[in-house]
C-alpha cells in the first residue's frame, strides 16, 4: 500500500466541536506539533468566518512549515480570495450538489450551483492556488451527480477531489467500493472525509484508502462537528501496525498531541460519543446550523429521537448570521458570556457558548 496523505483539519473541523474554541497561540501550538508529527497538509480553518480566524489563517501560513496549507472556502470568489490572502498553498472548496444541500444549503438550481463551483476552482487557479474539490454529503448523491460536479471540477483545473461523508453514514465495504469506481475514472486524486455518526470513521477512511483514496483527513482525537471525524491516532496507527505502511510519522507524539490538545481547552470525550453523547446532535458552525433550522436531516443522519436525544445549536463566533435566526426565534438575547438554553421550532435546543469555548457543564473550561 502506498504512503496515503494525512491531511489534519484540527484547527477548522476541530473547532466546530460542541466544546472547543482555540485561541490563536494554542492553534499555533498544535500546528507546530502536527507538522513536526509528519502530517502532509494542515487546514487553517475558514477565514472569511471572522477577523480572528483570518488572523490565525494567515500566522499559520507565516509559521515556516514543512507541511503545506489548505484554507477552507465556499463555492465563491470571496473565499477563494481569502484563502489567496492567508497566504495558503491550497484552497479546500466545498459545496453539495444533492436535491437537499441545493435546496436547505445553497438555495439555489443545480445548474447555479455548478457553475458557482467552476467559477470559485478557475478563481483559484487565477490566484495560483493548488485546488481539493469536496463534495459535500457526497455519501447521500446520486453516484451519477458525484462524477458529474468532479468532472467539472476537474476540467476547471482542481487537483484533488475529495468524498465527504458529512453525516457518518457509509459502511466499509460501500466506502471501498464507491472509492474504485471513482478511482477508475479520476484516478489517483481522490481524498476522503469521514464523519463519525454511527462510529465508523476511522473504518472508512482506512476503506476509503483501500478503495483508491491517496489522503484522508483527520484531527486530534477526532474532534469536530457532532460526533466528530477520523481520529489522528487511530488512522495513523492502523495504517502502519495493521496495513504494514512504512511512513515517515513520528508515532511516539501522538500521546503528546492528545495531551497538548486537552492543554488548552477543556472538552469530555464521552460528549461526542456516537448516538448517546451529548454533542452528537449538535450543530455549530454557521452554514449547519442554518440548514438545520430549516431541514435538519441535511446535517443528521437520523432524527435524535429516534435513540432518545435531542439537537442542540451553539452559537458561536463560528454561527455567523444564524445566530439573529436562533436569537430571533426564541429571544436568547445579545450576551455571549454564558450559557442560555432555549427551545427552537425545529424541537431543537440552542446554546449561546462564547469566543472562549464556554461550556454549560464545566464552568472551568479555559484555553
Not at 80 to 102: H, M, T
Not at 352 to 361: C, F, I, L, Q
Amino acid at each position: 500500500m502506498r504512503i496515503p496523505f494525512l491531511i489534519d483539519t484540527t484547527i477548522r473541523e476541530g473547532q466546530q466541536h460542541g466544546q472547543v474554541s482555540f485561541k490563536p497561540e494554542h492553534a499555533i501550538q498544535l500546528v507546530g506539533l502536527l507538522d513536526a508529527f509528519g502530517v502532509d497538509i494542515i487546514e487553517v480553518g475558514h477565514p472569511m468566518i471572522s477577523e480572528q480566524d483570518w488572523q490565525t489563517a494567515m500566522a499559520i501560513c507565516r509559521s515556516g512549515l514543512t507541511a503545506q496549507t489548505l484554507a477552507h472556502a465556499r463555492a465563491t470568489h470571496e473565499d477563494v480570495e481569502a484563502a489567496a490572502g492567508v497566504g495558503a498553498q491550497w484552497v479546500g472548496i466545498f459545496a453539495g450538489v444533492n436535491d437537499l444541500s441545493l435546496q436547505h444549503k445553497l438555495h439555489r438550481s443545480r445548474t447555479v450551483a455548478l457553475s458557482a463551483i467552476q467559477e470559485a476552482v478557475r478563481s483559484a487557479k487565477a490566484f495560483d492556488l493548488q485546488v481539493r474539490f469536496t463534495c459535500e454529503d457526497a455519501s447521500r448523491t446520486p453516484l451519477p451527480r458525484v462524477i458529474e460536479v468532479f468532472t467539472l471540477a476537474r476540467a476547471a483545473g482542481a487537483d484533488r477531489l475529495s468524498y465527504a461523508d458529512t453525516v457518518g453514514v457509509m459502511t466499509p465495504s460501500s466506502m471501498c467500493r464507491v472509492m474504485r469506481q471513482l478511482s477508475r475514472r479520476f484516478g489517483d486524486v481522490l481524498h476522503a472525509h469521514c464523519h463519525n455518526d454511527f462510529g465508523l470513521a476511522t473504518a472508512n477512511a482506512l476503506a476509503a484508502i483501500e478503495g483508491g483514496a491517496i489522503g484522508v483527513d483527520v484531527s486530534i482525537e477526532g474532534i469536530g462537528e457532532r460526533c466528530g471525524i477520523a481520529p489522528l491516532a487511530e488512522v495513523a496507527l492502523s495504517l502502519t501496525r495493521l496495513y504494514g505502511v512504512k511512513a515517515h510519522w513520528k508515532l511516539p507524539m501522538l500521546t503528546k498531541l492528545s495531551a497538548a490538545l486537552r492543554d488548552g481547552v477543556v472538552y469530555q470525550a464521552l460528549d461526542t460519543r456516537p448516538i448517546v453523547g451529548r454533542y452528537a446532535y449538535a450543530h455549530k458552525a454557521g452554514l449547519h446550523i442554518a440548514a438545520a433550522l430549516q431541514a435538519p436531516e441535511a446535517y443528521e443522519p437520523y432524527p435524535p429521537e429516534l435513540v432518545g436525544q435531542r439537537r442542540r445549536f451553539l452559537a458561536s463566533r463560528l454561527a455567523g448570521k444564524p445566530v439573529g435566526v436562533l436569537r430571533r426565534q426564541r429571544s436568547i438575547g445579545s450576551s455571549t458570556s454564558g450559557p442560555q438554553p432555549v427551545k427552537t421550532r425545529c424541537g431543537g435546543r440552542a446554546t449561546m457558548v462564547d469566543g472562549n469555548g464556554y461550556h454549560p457543564r464545566r464552568r472551568t473550561a479555559r484555553l
